[in-house]
C-alpha cells in the first residue's frame, strides 16, 4: 500500500529537548487528541486542534528548561497525568493543566531522563540511576558511563520491575534493585529507549533502543540474558536516532516503528514476515526531531505522525489528503480557514514588529548612555560532535533556534574540512598565520536563507591535538555570536569498545610514579575520546579502545600510582609517551615510564594494514583505467575484444567511482600511517630515520608486502 | 508539482555546456552534444537507421537513433541554428582550440571549415548589429571573430582577457541584439558590433551568459554564482557552494516571463524568478548537468526545456497548465506562508526577548563574572575603522591596512571580512590567539586588481573567556586605487612613459576623483591647476605622476599601461565623458611588444616547417613499414628487426617532434594573447569613438603585417597621418 502523508504545521513552542511531546489519550466523545509539549523556557503547553487551528487548552508559567516530559497514572487505567522534569524537580499535571504534584528529588544534578510506571518513577541525572516508588527513594545505581535514556519494561504484562539504562559507552545496563544484572553491548551509544509495540510485545521483554550513529535494534530482555532479534546498520549514513514510538500508521493492524533523526528525517518501518523492520516510508524535514508519536491529532477519522523539532515546531503527517475530492465549496471552505489563520498571523506580526521596534530604538537610545550595558542572552546551540567509524572522520553537527548567519570554524591543530553533501552553506578558507597566533584552519561557512542546522565533516590526524572552535551566529538582532569548542584528543581515531583480541603481539608503556587515581584518570581523558570524565568508582579500571582507521587496539588499565597502556600499534604507544610525559611535566609529576616493545607487532601492524592498502591501490588503478576503457568503448561501439578484468572494470564502473570518492586521501592518510610506524619503531631504539623516508615513500609507490617489510627490518 | 514528460538515457557522455538542439532537416529537432574523444553525438528519434555512415558522420553501433560525428580533435564548444538562411534547416557549428567546422547535418557536408589562431572557447550564433546576413561568433584568446555561411570574417574585435562566455541580447532596447561577453578577467563587456557599449566588473570568470526577457540576461561565475542583470544594473544574484554548468531562460510556470533555469554541477536543477530569484521549481539528477536547452522534441507543438546531465540522462520539462497556477513545488503555497509568517513571529519574539533579558541586566548594575562570560560589553561600544597604507617592513611587504579598534577595554576577538574579488575565497578571518587579544586589530589587505570593493566587517567583541560576543557589522568601501601610496612629487625618477589628454572640467572635480579614489587621508589640499601629485605603488610597478595644466590637459606618468587605461577609465565614468583622445606612449612596453611581434613571425615559420617535417616522416613510415612487413613474410628476421627498430626510432623522432610543435603552438598562443592584450590596452586608453577607431586600426595594421603603423596608432590613437 502506498503511504501518502501530508504535512501540517501547528504551532511553535520554544526549543525542545528529546521527548518532551507527548498525546494524551482520547477522552470523552471526542476522538482526536491533545496534545502537550515542554520547552526550554519551562513552559508546559497543551493544545487540541479545532478546525486546522490550534486551540490552547492550558500553558504553565515560564521557569527553567524541561528536559523530559511523559505521561503516567495509575496501572491499567488511561495514562493521562502529565510529569514533566525541571533541574532537579519533577512537576505533575493534570489534563486541565492543574498542578498536582511538585516533587523536588535529593539529587544534585539536573535530570536527564525520566520514566513512569504507575507509582514507580524512574529518574536520571548525568550518571546516576534512582527508583523512586511513591515519591520515596529505593535504589540507586552509579553507571559507569552516562546514562541517555531510562525505560522499564512494561509493569501491566510483568510482574517484575526491569529498568534498563541506555549508557554512552555502548551498553545497556540491565538493573534488578540498586543492582546490575548484567550488561548489553550495542553497535553505538545508545540514546533512546522503547518498548516494542509499546508494551514490549508478546513477551513484554521487546525493547527497542536507537543510537546515535543512526543504527536500530530489538533486544529481548529476559531474566537471564539478553537476546538479540535485529539490527539495522544504518547504510544511508543518516542522522542519530532521538525519538522512537510504535504506532499502526498504515492501518494493518500491526504497530508499525516510528523513527525521528537528528538531521530531519522522520522514518515508517513495518515488519515482514520474519518480523525484520522495512521501511516504508520517510520524509525529511530540516532540523532534529525530538519526539515522535503517532495519533489522531488534526481531524477525526485519519491518523498521524506528531513530530516535536529542536525549534519547537509541532508537526503533523497527517494521512487525510491536502486536496479532498470534495464539491468546489469544500475546498473554498478550507482555504477560507487557512486565510483566517493567515490574516491572524498577519495582524499579530504588525503588533510585533512595532512593538520590537520600539525596543530595537530604546536599544539603539542606550548606545548614548556610559553607564548602560548591553547584554544579550545566551542562545541555545544544539551540537554533536562525533567520530564516525566507516570513514574515521569527525562530523560536527551544529544547530540553532532561528536561521544561521554564519560559521566560522577556527582551529589551532592542522585538521582538514571535508565536504558535506546536504550542507549548502558557501564555505570559505581564509588564509592563516600559524605564528604568531596559532591558526592553523580558518574558515567561514556563510548558510543559505532559513539554515538552521549545519553540517561539518573534520578529518584529524593521530598525535596533533588540541581544539576546534566554532563561532556560530545566528541572524537575530541584536546580533550575537557563541563560540563553541571541541576537543581534538592525541588519539582522536580511537573509539571504545568492550572486546579485544589478546593473542595480538602487544607493545607495552608502564607509568608509575605519585600520581593519584584521579590524576592518571585525567590523563586518559585527555588523550582519549568517549572516556568518562568522572573518575571511575574502585581501586582501578580498564578501558579498550579500537582504532577505527587500522584497526588496531589499545588496553589501558590504571590505577593509584601506575598505568599500564597495551597496544599491537607502535605509534599509539609513541603518541601516548610523548603526551603523557608532556602532562605530566606540565603538573611537575616526577613519573617513570618504561616501554616493552614488541618487533613483531610492527609486522603484525603492516599485515592489517596490507589487505587495505593494496585494495585502495587496487581501486586507484581501477579508477584510473575507468575513463579510457569507456573511450574505447565508444570508440569500438562494443567491449566484447576486451580482456574480462577490463569489462569488469567497466560493468562496476559507477560503484567503483562511489566507492573512490566516498573516501578521500584515504591512500594518503594510510601512507601517512605507514610513515609513522616506520618513525615510531625507530624512535624506541633512538634512531632518527626521517632521512629514509623518501625511500620508504618510493617503496610504497611500487608497493609490495615482502619489500616494504624487509625495508622496515633492514631499515 | 512538475514531473518530466519524457527520459532518455542515451549511452554517452556530454561534455559541459556543449549541447543544443537543431533541426537540421527543417524538421525535426535533434539534441546534439559533444561526447569524449572528440566527438559530436546527434540524437534523432525521427529518423531511425535511415541515414548511410559517410564522411564525418558515422552510426552509432549502440543506439541506432544516435549518429557519431567525428571532430578527431577535443570539441571546446558547439552551438546549431540557422546560418544560411536560405537553406532553410539549422546548421552545426563546432568549435576546438584550433579550427571552426559549420557543418550542413541534413546533406552531411561541410559549410566551412576554418583554422582559428586563438581558438573557439565559446560560440553563439544568430544576428549581431546591423550585420545582416546571421554570424557564428566565437570567442577566443582575447579575441571575438564572426563569421557567415560562407566562411567570411565579417567580424572582428578583441577584449580583456581569455572569452568564456558569449550570448546575443539587445542590451538597449533598440531592436538589434548585441553581443555579450563573458571573460577571465571577470568582466562582461558588451559589444554594439565592434564597439564596448559597456564593461560590467564581476568577481570571477564567467562561464555563461544568457539572454532572458527584454534586456535582462543572466550570468553564471565559476565560483556558484548565478544571477540577473537588468542592463548594468545587477537585479539579484545567489550564491552557491556548487557552481551552474549551465543557465538557460524559459518560461516554465506560462505565466508569460521566462525564468532563468540553472544546471548546477552536483545535478540539481532549478527555476527561478527572473524578478526576484525565488525558487518556483527544482528536481535533482544523479550526475552534474551538462546542458539546459529548450525544443518542441515531442514535436506537439509545445517546445520543452530539456536537460541533460554529463551521464547521458535527458530529462523533457512541459511548462505548468494554468491549473497548477504556476505552483510546481511539493508542498501547498499557503502552508509554506503560513511556516514563514510563523518564523518570523518567532525571530521578532526572540529580539523581543534579547531587548527584555538586557533590560533585565541592566537593572541588576554591577557586572559579574558570569556577564564577562555571557559577553555583556558596555552599550556606548563603538567600532573604528580606518583605512591607510602601510608601507612595510622588513618582514612585512607593503599593503593596504584597516584598522579595527573597540572605543573602551572590550576586545576584539576575531574579525570576519566579506568581499569579493580580493582574498582567496569570498571572506578573510583574523584571529588572534588568546594571548594575543586586544582592543585594536590591524588587518593586512592586498587587493590584487584595481577595482573598488565593499569589505563587509564582521568583528566578534566582548571580553577575554566569554563564550557569546556582539557582532559588529559594518561595512566599508576600498578605493579602487587603494594600491598607491601618496608621495612627494620628485622623491624618485619620473617614468618615462606617459598618457596625455585635454578636458574641460573643474579642477575641484578632478580633486574630488581623486579624494574618492584613492588613500589620501587628507595630505593633499590642493586648490587650483597646474598641480602635480605623486603615487608610488604598493605592488612595486614604480612611480605614478599626474600633473594637471590650467589649460586643462592632464598628463599620466606610469610604465602601466594598464594602470593608465584604468585611469583614464575611471576618471572619463566620473566626469562622464563620451569621447576622449588621448595620446600616449610606452616606450618599454612597445620596445616589448615589437620583440613579441617578431616571435610571432618566428613561431609561425617554425611552425610550417614543423608541419612539413611531420609529413615527411609520415611517408617515410610508411615505406618503411612496408620494408618490414616484406622482411616479414620473406623470413628475414634480421631485417625485419632492422627495419622495425628503425621504425621505433622514428617514432620516436616524431613523438618528439611532436613535442616541439606542441611547445610551440602553445608560446605562439601565448604571443598571440600578448598581442590582442596590447591592442585591448591601447584602446582602453582611450575613450567612446576613438577607442573603437584604435582597435579597428590596430587589427588593419596588423593584418598589413605594418608595425611602425601599429605602434604609431598606438601612440597617436588614430591611422592617419
Not at chain 1, 69 to 77: E, Q
Not at chain 1, 448 to 466: C, D
Not at chain 2, 341 to 356: G, H
Amino acid at each position: 500500500m502506498e503511504l501518502n502523508l501530508n504535512r501540517v504545521d501547528y504551532i511553535q513552542v520554544g526549543v525542545t529537548s528529546p521527548k518532551t511531546m507527548r498525546l494524551l489519550p482520547a477522552s470523552g466523545r471526542r476522538a482526536t487528541q491533545k496534545v502537550v509539549i515542554g520547552d526550554h523556557n519551562g513552559v508546559v503547553t497543551c493544545f487540541g486542534i479545532k478546525k486546522g487551528e490550534a486551540m490552547p487548552v492550558f500553558k504553565s508559567l515560564p521557569g527553567q528548561k524541561i528536559s523530559r516530559l511523559d505521561l503516567g497514572g495509575a496501572l491499567n487505567t488511561p495514562q493521562e497525568k502529565i510529569f514533566v522534569a525541571i533541574g532537579s524537580e519533577i512537576r505533575g499535571f493534570t489534563k486541565r493543566g492543574k498542578q498536582f504534584l511538585s516533587f523536588e528529588t535529593n539529587l544534585t544534578e539536573s535530570i536527564k531522563a525520566m520514566h513512569i510506571s504507575g507509582a514507580d518513577l524512574f529518574l536520571c541525572a548525568s550518571y546516576i540511576f534512582n527508583h523512586y516508588c511513591d515519591c520515596k527513594d529505593q535504589h540507586y545505581y552509579l553507571s559507569g558511563d552516562k546514562i541517555n535514556d531510562v525505560m522499564c519494561l512494561s509493569a501491566e504484562k510483568l510482574s517484575r520491575i526491569t529498568p534498563i539504562l541506555a549508557c554512552q559507552d555502548r551498553v545497556l545496563r540491565v538493573l534488578q534493585g540498586s543492582d546490575l544484572m548484567y550488561e548489553v553491548e550495542v553497535p553505538g551509544p545508545p540514546t533512546v529507549l522503547g518498548l516494542h509495540n509499546g508494551d514490549g510485545g508478546d513477551s513484554g521483554e521487546d525493547l527497542l533502543f536507537g543510537t546515535s550513529d543512526g543504527k536500530l535494534g530489538l533486544i529481548q530482555i529476559t531474566q537471564a540474558y539478553p537476546v538479540h532479534k535485529w539490527e539495522t546498520i544504518n547504510e544511508k549514513k543518516r542522522g542519530g536516532v532521538l525519538c522512537i514510538d510504535s504506532f499502526d500508521i498504515l492501518g494493518d493492524g500491526v504497530k508499525e516503528l516510528l523513527v525521528g533523526r537528528d538531521d530531519g528525517m522522520v522514518e515508517i518501518y513495518s515488519f515482514d514476515s520474519a518480523n525484520d523492520p522495512v521501511l516504508r516510508y520517510d520524509q525529511a524535514f530540516s532540523e532534529s526531531i525530538m519526539s515522535i508519536q503517532g495519533g489522531c491529532v488534526g481531524k477525526d477519522g485519519y491518523d498521524e505522525i506528531l513530530t516535536a523539532t529542536y525549534s519547537g515546531w509541532v508537526t503533523g503527517l497527517s494521512t487525510e489528503p491536502a486536496h479532498k475530492e470534495a464539491g468546489p465549496g469544500d475546498e473554498l471552505k478550507i482555504s477560507q480557514e487557512m486565510q483566517n489563520k493567515i490574516a491572524s498571523l498577519r495582524s499579530e506580526l504588525e503588533q510585533l514588529q512595532f512593538k520590537v521596534l520600539q525596543e530595537r530604538e530604546k536599544y539603539q537610545q542606550s548606545a548614548q548612555s556610559s553607564t548602560a550595558v548591553s547584554a544579550v542572552p545566551v542562545f541555545s546551540v544544539n551540537e554533536k560532535f562525533t567520530l564516525n567509524r566507516d570513514d574515521a572522520s569527525y562530523s560536527l553537527i551544529l544547530e540553532v533556534q532561528t536561521a544561521i548567519d554564519n560559521v566560522l570554524v577556527q582551529s589551532d591543530v592542522p585538521v582538514d574540512l571535508l565536504d558535506v553533501d546536504k550542507n549548502s552553506a558557501v564555505v570559505s578558507f581564509s588564509g592563516c598565520d600559524s605564528e604568531p597566533n596559532g591558526n592553523f584552519l580558518l574558515a567561514t561557512y556563510r548558510c543559505q536563507a532559513n539554515t538552521t542546522r549545519l553540517e561539518l565533516k573534520i578529518r584529524s590526524i593521530e598525535g596533533q591535538y588540541g581544539t576546534l572552535q566554532a563561532y556560530i551566529t545566528p541572524r537575530i538582532q541584536p546580533k550575537t555570536c557563541q563560540v563553541r569548542q571541541y576537543q581534538i584528543k592525541p588519539l582522536s581515531l580511537h573509539q571504545r569498545t568492550h572486546v579485544i583480541e589478546h593473542d595480538r603481539p602487544m607493545n607495552t608503556l608502564t607509568l608509575t610514579g605519585q600520581f593519584s587515581f584521579g590524576e592518571v584518570h585525567s590523563w586518559v581523558v585527555f588523550c582519549m575520546p568517549e572516556v568518562p570524565e568522572k573518575t571511575p568508582v574502585g581501586e582501578s579500571v580498564t578501558f579498550y579502545f579500537q582504532n577505527t582507521f587500522l584497526d588496531t587496539q589499545l588496553e589501558c588499565t590504571y590505577r593509584k600510582g601506575e598505568g599500564v597502556f597495551k597496544s599491537d600499534n607502535i605509534s599509539t604507544i609513541s603518541i601516548l609517551k610523548d603526551v603523557l610525559s608532556k602532562e605530566a611535566t606540565k603538573k611537575k609529576i616526577n613519573l617513570n615510564i618504561s616501554y616493552d616493545i614488541n618487533e613483531d607487532s610492527v609486522k603484525h601492524t603492516l599485515k592489517m594494514i596490507h589487505p587495505k592498502l593494496e585494495h585502495q591501490l587496487l581501486l586507484a588503478k581501477k579508477v584510473q583505467l575507468i575513463d579510457a576503457l569507456k573511450e574505447l568503448q565508444i570508440h569500438e561501439g562494443n567491449m566484447d575484444f576486451l580482456i574480462p578484468e577490463y569489462r569488469g572494470i567497466l560493468e562496476e564502473s559507477d560503484q567503483l567511482l562511489q566507492e573512490y570518492k566516498k573516501q578521500p586521501a584515504h591512500l594518503e592518510r594510510l601512507y601517512g600511517m605507514i610513515t609513522d610506524l616506520f618513525i615510531d619503531k625507530f624512535k624506541f631504539k633512538g634512531t632518527n630515520v626521517k632521512s629514509k623516508v623518501p625511500v620508504l615513500l618510493e617503496i610504497l609507490d611500487s608497493y609490495d608486502q615482502n619489500s616494504l617489510m624487509t625495508f622496515f627490518d633492514t631499515a | 508539482m512538475l514531473v518530466p514528460v519524457f527520459t532518455l538515457k542515451l549511452n554517452h557522455k556530454i561534455n559541459p555546456r556543449m549541447v543544443a538542439v537543431g533541426k537540421y532537416d527543417g524538421v525535426h529537432p535533434c539534441l546534439t552534444a559533444a561526447t569524449q574523444i572528440g566527438k559530436v553525438f546527434i540524437h534523432n528519434p525521427y529518423s531511425r537507421g535511415q541515414r548511410e555512415s559517410a564522411l564525418r558522420m558515422m552510426q552509432s553501433n549502440q543506439d541506432s537513433d544516435v549518429s557519431l560525428l567525428n571532430i578527431n580533435q577535443t570539441v571546446s564548444c558547439l552551438t546549431s541554428g540557422v546560418l544560411n538562411p536560405q537553406l532553410g534547416c539549422d546548421s552545426l557549428v563546432v568549435g576546438t582550440q584550433t579550427n571552426l567546422l559549420a557543418y550542413d547535418v541534413f546533406n552531411n557536408s561541410d559549410l566551412f571549415y576554418k583554422e582559428i589562431a586563438d581558438g573557439a572557447n565559446a560560440t553563439v550564433l544568430g544576428n549581431l548589429g546591423d550585420i545582416s546576413s546571421p554570424l557564428a561568433i566565437i570567442g577566443g584568446n582575447c579575441a571575438l571573430q564572426g563569421f557567415d555561411h560562407k566562411g567570411n570574417d565579417l567580424f572582428w574585435t578583441v577584449t580583456g582577457d581569455i572569452v568564456r562566455s558569449l550570448a546575443l541580447c539587445d542590451f538597449d532596447g533598440d531592436g538589434k541584439k548585441e553581443l555579450l561577453v563573458g571573460s577571465e578577467d571577470f568582466d562582461i563587456r558588451v559589444f554594439k558590433e565592434d564597439e564596448i557599449v559597456t564593461e560590467m566588473t564581476e568577481t570571477e570568470t564567467i562561464t555563461t551568459l544568457c539572454p532572458m526577457n527584454g534586456n535582462r540576461f543572466g550570468y553564471a561565475l565559476s565560483n556558484g554564482t548565478v544571477g540577473v542583470y537588468d542592463r548594468t544594473v545587477r537585479y539579484w544574484r545567489i550564491k552557491s557552494k556548487n557552481y551552474a554548468t549551465s543557465i538557460h531562460a524559459f518560461d516554465l510556470n506560462s505565466d508569460g516571463v521566462r525564468e532563468l533555469i540553472t544546471g548546477w554541477s552536483n545535478g540539481k536543477i532549478d527555476a527561478r524568478s527572473d524578478r526576484t530569484g525565488e525558487v518556483i521549481f527544482k528536481d535533482n539528477f544523479t550526475s552534474s548537468i551538462a546542458g539546459v536547452v529548450e525544443g518542441d522534441y515531442r514535436m506537439d507543438g509545445n517546445p520543452q526545456l530539456i536537460c541533460c546531465s554529463v551521464d547521458g540522462e535527458v530529462r523533457g520539462y512541459l511548462p505548468s497548465s494554468q491549473e497548477m497556477k504556476g505552483n510546481m513545488m511539493d508542498t501547498s503555497v499557503e502552508q509554506e506562508l503560513v511556516r514563514e509568517l510563523s518564523q518570523k513571529k518567532q525571530n521578532l519574539l526572540l529580539e523581543l526577548r534579547n531587548y527584555e533579558e538586557n533590560t533585565k541586566v541592566e537593572l541588576n548594575g554591577q557586572m559579574s563574572e558570569v556577564d564577562c562570560q555571557m559577553g555583556v560589553i558596555p552599550a556606548n561600544t563603538q567600532l573604528q575603522t580606518t583605512l591607510s597604507v602601510n608601507l612595510g617592513s622588513d618582514t612585512q611587504s607593503c599593503h593596504v591596512e584597516l584598522t579595527i579598534s573597540t572605543s573602551n577595554d572590550s576586545i576584539i576577538r576575531a574579525v570576519l571580512i566579506f568581499a569579493e574579488g580580493i582574498f582567496e575565497g569570498e571572506s578573510h578571518v583574523i584571529h588572534p590567539s588568546l594571548q594575543n587579544l586586544s582592543t585594536r586589530i590591524r588587518v593586512p589587505i592586498l587587493p590584487p586588481k584595481d577595482v573598488p570593493v565593499d569589505l563587509h566587517i564582521k568583528a566578534f567583541v566582548g571580553y577575554k573567556g566569554s563564550t557569546q560576543f556582539h557582532v559588529f557589522e559594518l561595512t566599508r568601501q576600498l578605493p579602487r586605487f587603494s594600491m598607491y601610496a601618496f608621495c612627494r612629487p620628485g622623491s624618485a625618477l619620473e617614468p618615462k612613459s606617459f598618457v596625455k589628454f585635454t578636458i574641460s572640467e573643474r579642477v575641484q572635480r578632478v580633486v574630488m576623483w581623486l579624494n574618492q579614489n584613492f588613500l589620501l587621508l587628507g595630505e593633499t589640499e590642493i586648490q587650483n591647476a597646474p598641480f602635480q601629485i605623486c603615487f608610488t605603488s604598493l605592488r612595486g610597478a614604480g612611480l605614478l605622476s599626474m600633473k594637471m595644466k590650467a589649460s586643462g590637459e592632464i598628463s599620466v606618468n606610469t610604465d602601466d599601461m594598464d594602470l593608465a587605461g584604468d585611469i583614464i577609465q575611471s576618471l572619463a565614468s566620473f566626469l562622464a565623458i563620451e569621447d576622449l583622445q588621448v595620446e600616449a606612449d610606452f616606450p618599454t612596453y612597445f620596445e616589448r611588444l615589437r620583440k613579441v611581434l617578431l616571435k610571432v613571425d618566428e613561431y609561425h615559420s617554425v611552425h610550417q616547417k614543423l608541419t612539413a617535417d611531420m609529413a615527411d616522416r609520415s611517408n617515410l613510415i610508411r615505406s618503411m613499414l612496408v620494408q618490414a612487413e616484406d622482411a616479414r613474410l620473406l623470413r628475414d628476421m634480421k631485417n625485419m628487426k632492422k627495419r622495425y627498430m628503425e621504425l621505433n626510432d622514428l617514432n620516436k623522432d616524431l613523438i618528439n617532434g611532436y613535442k616541439i610543435c606542441c611547445n610551440n603552438h602553445s608560446e605562439l598562443l601565448g604571443n598571440l594573447k600578448e598581442v590582442n592584450q596590447a591592442i585591448q590596452r591601447a584602446g582602453r586608453l582611450r575613450v567612446g569613438k576613438p577607442k573603437t577607431q584604435v582597435i579597428t586600426a590596430c587589427r588593419d595594421a596588423i593584418r598589413n603585417n605594418n608595425v611602425n603603423m601599429l605602434f604609431r596608432i598606438m601612440r597617436i590613437g588614430m591611422a592617419s597621418s
